[in-house]
């Protein structure tokens, strides 16, 4: 195990960095899109049900049988891991959004309103600190998920920890096998683990608390202050 990490320490770090890019580049499209369809969708509460229902279908389907049914149309590689594993975002992500909006209470809409507050200053100083934990909650299992699923896109020539795993597994190499099971694992615990941090701010941050976004002043600022 020492020997091979020392050997190969270079493709271990080579293989996390292809599987952060993989990770980071489905998140910022994923949600992106998330965002520009619920905003579509809000409108038509028929068809919003009838595209979570969709989504609901296609993120039941196991990765392996997704990839293998993208393969044929968009080829192997990130390109089609990125479309897959974004599929399976949206129906969390949608989820989430429609959940944080229903957690502002209706009276809260109508203070903003009856204080004169327009759209974007209501959203901003009003809903978004209401809705923010549910969101970052939302993200957060997304990104652990996304995680674990672009392993399985290892074997579409995707890259990222998946290839350490696999082959690992296909040649019964046990340092291979232990590092990608570590590896993998422990970045979707890291990433978690971050994740929960915000989620906390957010949550003191939606009642009331001040300073949670920012630095806290040193001893010295204090009495200077004073």
């Given amino acids: ?61 196991p990765s392996i049988a997704l990839f293998a049914f993208l393969v044929p149309v968009l080829g192997l590689g990130k390109g089609t891991a990125v479309v897959g594993m974004t599929i399976y975002n949206l129906f969390l992500l949608l989820r989430s959004i429609q959940t944080a909006e229903h957690a502002v209470p209706a009276d809260i809409y109508e203070a903003a309103r009856g204080i004169g507050l327009s759209g974007m200053q209501s959203m901003r100083l009003v809903y978004l600190p209401v809705m923010l934990p549910y969101l970052i909650t939302g993200i957060r299992i997304v990104t652990v998920s996304t995680t674990g699923i672009a392993t399985m896109a290892g074997l579409i020539n995707a890259g990222g920890l998946g290839n350490i795993l696999f082959e690992g597994m296909r040649t019964y190499h046990m340092p291979k096998l232990i590092w990608g099971i570590l590896m993998v694992s422990g970045l979707a615990m890291l990433l978690n683990f971050l994740f929960i941090k915000l989620e906390n701010r957010a949550v003191r941050y939606a009642q009331g608390k001040s300073g949670v976004w920012t630095k806290k002043p040193k001893r010295d600022d204090k009495i200077l202050s004073l």
Avoid at 12 to 36: D, N, P, Q, R
């Fill in 1 to 61: 195990m020492i020997s091979y990490t020392l050997k190969n320490y270079d493709k271990l770090f080579g293989a996390l960095a292809e599987h952060l890019e993989l990770v980071g580049i489905t998140l910022l499209i994923s949600v992106l899109l998330a965002c520009a369809v619920y905003l579509v969708l809000s409108r038509f509460p028929l068809l919003q049900k009838v595209m979570l229902l969709l989504l609901l279908v296609a993120y039941c389907i």
